[in-house]
């Protein structure tokens, strides 16, 4: 019979060894285990390598298994099995739907990555090893490690189980700034281990090894049982001054790190906003009392505070915020004790209260007119008092905020929606974290604090030269907190010889600017010949920032352009081999090519017991569909009858899930996608218009725009659009195959086959190689004509900025730019996935289905709309 044996590897991974066959404990030996991690200017790339035997004479199961970084992104994993090689592939999340379909009909599980604590997340994949066989697994991985409280972390988490022959950690790492201080840490060292660390550093490098042999790894000489079991870390920080910061730069790509100290702090106005509701009952309350206790004490003098409860109630302290004085923080603490978790949860009102109380501070001039105002939300739950749509709730906190005051969401444990506070959070300037249920709970709370207590710098712009710096990643901050780090990257155009930098912020005392040129070629020397760099590191860094910032945009970004940041994110994703939560690496399962095992990247959001939508709950026993993610959905016991949206909490032992995703549901395009004008509603448009006939689209006199359109010959897509402005009169004719543009007498021809760009008295033109024509003017509405070219070729119109419309507008599209609206409590039985679409008084029914969306390069991307046929 075959045994099932776990290896297992080591973090920033662990190695798991379990022996489910006692007869056969240790079956597969773990013959050797390396982590090589470089960490090149902040960018760390770790390959881990084990190599394992089966030593007994029937085939065993090795599982695979190692812990990386939330934040890293899988970079490439192979098996090599008696010297031939398998490879993971990394593909588009919906072009690896064959591969996991087909692993699922094997009964195989398809979930290779899963969440498995704070900062960490398991990669797990196994292989049937045939006796005597060799087995040799690598996986990489690359991140950005960030800086917190002054310091960068590398965390290996070590696990093997087992003694192992070979066993080494080895680190490199080379900070051009220079190494400010190094050290080393782990939960497991003992002095016999201490003698297998060594560390060498000079002025800009670091060289960690551990090494232990097999008798340093043992507990006892009697017992062969290891010591490695734990964590192994190191801190470190870079040299820095008040400067510009530092600009490193390799093959065109530069990174600018800026992290000034040493400043004075911002005084802060600060509302801790915190849910007593019955959830919040036993450890979860007590910690917070403990959390919110030490916090007030580190409160500064100058500092404004105030303290909001909210169950099925809001209880303000103080009906306004007072000042940090011994006197009212040792009465706010007073108040803390009392703090009873009881009733329901009123997210909405107690937000509004605490931007309120804000204004009214403000107004009042309570507050010092240098300073920096926030609102740190804790909460543990779904609203279920007062307004309960998320949606909601998110529009009018924006509303009440209005970018004056920072907003903090903190989500206690897995039963809060965190796409919900996320997003919330991202609206308004701050960012959200979760605190897990765990012992140190309060601890997690002040650390999260102490990250924002001290904000030293806002409203950071950073400037570079405007025509020779390409695809520049976010340049522009509204707060820097001491201990942080802000970096920025980009491309830089090939004649260029010298990049200047200007950064302007504010700082308590004064408006700063810092200035730095950095001369390409010099910097460009410093990483030549240098033994720890792994390719071209910036670019891959550039790339790594650009994909993570564009997934933070696309949480809180309207339709149009959320999806426009996720295409941009999945190609990057795909071009440099990212597994990011927009692709999938497939594994192909050796002893069966036909089986395959899907990695996918967690979200935040993943392990949460309940899912939550912005409109209803909908709770059926039989079967659903339950909201994933942004990218996929699952399918609960799919009865044949209909599909769900399933939101009932998980039990703790849900049911198997099978993943359909959304491109299995959209099966055609529109004619067009309308980003209904101040609202997040998009409506999918097919027009029952005669071929080949002109249709008028849009006419805007107020704008000076109208849009004509003409239908292929099967009435599938439109092949044809004249675009005409009065101011500049500018015409453009664009077809399949070319885009004619007319002004001033004159014609030009623009093909597909090459970007070209034109700008006529402030009106943009850009067209972008077989993707594109975008047409831009100040104030006005931006028109967009995608070129899709699968399966056939057709035009996409649509339009950006659509609250630019006047009321003038009118044609087939322009119609539903102004007076347009859902109807709402119609007093008639509708489903859930209907609705009533009121255009100028006229009703239509629409329906809320998947459609494919031309406005992404990807032939697979789709968008959940209203969808709706009109005739001309």
Known sequence: MEGRVFVALLVFSSLIVLAENTEHKNAIEIHSLHVDSTVTSRFAQTVITSKVVNKVNESQEAVFEVELPKTAFITNFSMSIDGETYPGTIKEKASAQEQYDIAVSHGQSAGLVKTTGRKLEQFHVSVNVAPASKVTFELIYEELLKRKLGKYELLFKVRPKQLVKHFQIDIRIFEPQGINFLETDSTFMTNELTEALTKVQNETKAHILFKPTIAQQKKSPELEETLLDGDFIIRYDVKRSVSAGDIQIVNGYFVHYFAPSEMPTFPKNVIFVV???????GRKIEQTRDALMKILEDLRPEDHFSLITFSSRVTEWNNTLLQATEQNVESAKRYVKTIMARGGTDI??????????LDKANYAEILQGESISMI?????????VGVRNVEIIQQNIQKAVKGKYVLYCLGFGFDVSY?????MALDNGGIARRIYEDSDSDLQLQGFYQEVATPILKEIEIQYPENSILELTQNSFKLFFDGSEIVVAGKIDNELDILPVEIQAQSHTSNLIFKEEANITEKEKVFQHQKYIFG?????LWAYLTIQQLLEKSVSAREEQKNLHVARALELSLKYSFVTPLTSMVVTKPDDQQKHQLANKPTESDNEKSRFTGSSVRSDENFGVSLASDYSLKVQNVDHRALLFDMTEQSPEPPRTVQISPQLLANEYPHFLLQLPRQNDVICLNSDGKPQTSINLISDADKGISVTGKLGRNRNHFVLFEINYLDPHVQLRVSKEEVVLSYGGQTTKLSWRKSASFTIQGLKIAVEKERSLTMSAPDNI???????????????????????????????????????????NLGVSQREDERVLSVHGQQHRVTRQYKKDYRLESTTGTISCWSLRITP
């Open 782 to 824: 931006t028109i967009k004509i995608s070129f899709v070219k699968s399966p056939n070729r057709f035009l996409g119109l649509y339009f950006m900025d659509t609250d630019h419309f006047s009321d003038k507008a009118s044609g087939l599209l322009g119609q539903f730019f102004f007076d347009t609206h859902f109807e709402s």
């Open 376 to 384: 740190i939300l804790l909460t543990d739950g779904q609203p279920t």
């Open 536 to 540: 071209n590191f910036i670019e891959r």
């Open 275 to 281: 849910d007593q509701s019955g959830s919040m009952a």
């Open 348 to 357: 909405n009102n107690a937000l509004l209260t605490a931007a309120n109380t």
């Open 419 to 423: 796409k919900f506070l996320e997003k």
